[in-house]
């Protein structure tokens, strides 16, 4: 078989379907957490939590999801910008690998309150303590996903210099990407996502982007396809 058979067919469109999924997931995900957690509120957010069991496990599913198609996502990105240097596309994948473990590690986390709150452990203590327990588990599952970002800032900005350098897309998608990455940098430091929403923003908007690009654009074929044979 000619080794430039599946090379032949960069994987754009499937990647931004892929992306477009992981967006889906990340709303079914986040949907419940806005409307059951309580910030400041362990008792209110607990009293949630009982009430809207099926909600509550939907946003459990939805993180879970957000893992899956992103793995999806890298192992399609790699094969895209391998052409552009496989080395950078190597170190990508692995910095993404590890984020997205980060976040599948945040769902057990996640799942944690609902298990103490109406399992056997909601009897072994008193209200009080099984709502503050509740309550840690989901500010260190907060924490642990917002470590996440770090990972995810690595990848994006090396995806974004990817992008840049290639010739099958336009440069500025390339550019929007570092500034997704600076996004997922800034959450070293916390304080800095408040002063850097704008940018925040713009990365944002280059991740979708992106994705309209690769389902309704894809890449130029003949441009990857010299680099690819290069």
């Known amino acids: 078989m000619d080794s430039m058979t599946t090379e032949n067919r960069p994987p754009a469109r499937i990647a931004g ?17 806005t409307r059951l957690f309580v910030a400041g509120n362990a008792a209110a957010t607990a009293a949630n939590i009982i009430a809207h069991p099926s909600l509550y496990w939907t946003g459990f599913a939805g993180f879970i999801l957000m893992a899956a198609t992103y793995i999806a996502v890298t192992a399609l990105f790699y094969q895209l910008f391998r052409p552009v240097n496989k ?3 190597v ?3 692995f910095f993404s690998i590890i984020g997205c473990a980060i976040v599948a590690v945040s769902a057990a986390f996640y799942a944690a309150p609902s298990l103490i709150l109406t399992g056997q452990f909601a009897n072994a203590f008193s ?5 503050a327990q509740s309550y840690m588990f989901l500010r260190l599952f907060t924490e642990c996903f ?6 995810f800032g690595f990848y994006m900005s090396i995806v974004g210099w990817l992008a840049y350098k290639s010739t099958f897309l336009p440069p500025i998608l390339g550019i929007l990407l570092m500034i997704a990455g600076i996004e997922g940098l800034t959450f070293l430091s916390p304080p800095f ?11 944002s908007l280059g991740e979708v982007t992106l994705t ?14 010299e680099m690819a044979r290069s």
């Open 17 to 33: 379907l892929f992306y477009l999924s992981n967006f889906l997931a990340g709303g079914i995900a986040v949907g419940p957490s």
């Open 87 to 89: 080395n950078l596309s």
């Open 91 to 93: 170190m990508a994948a």
């Open 127 to 131: 209200t009080i303590q099984v709502q």
């Open 146 to 151: 917002n470590m996440s970002f770090v990972f």
């Open 193 to 203: 996502v408040a002063m850097l929403k704008p940018w925040i923003l713009a990365g």
């Open 212 to 225: 309209l690009w690769l389902i309704f654009r894809g890449v130029n074929t003949d441009r990857w396809i």
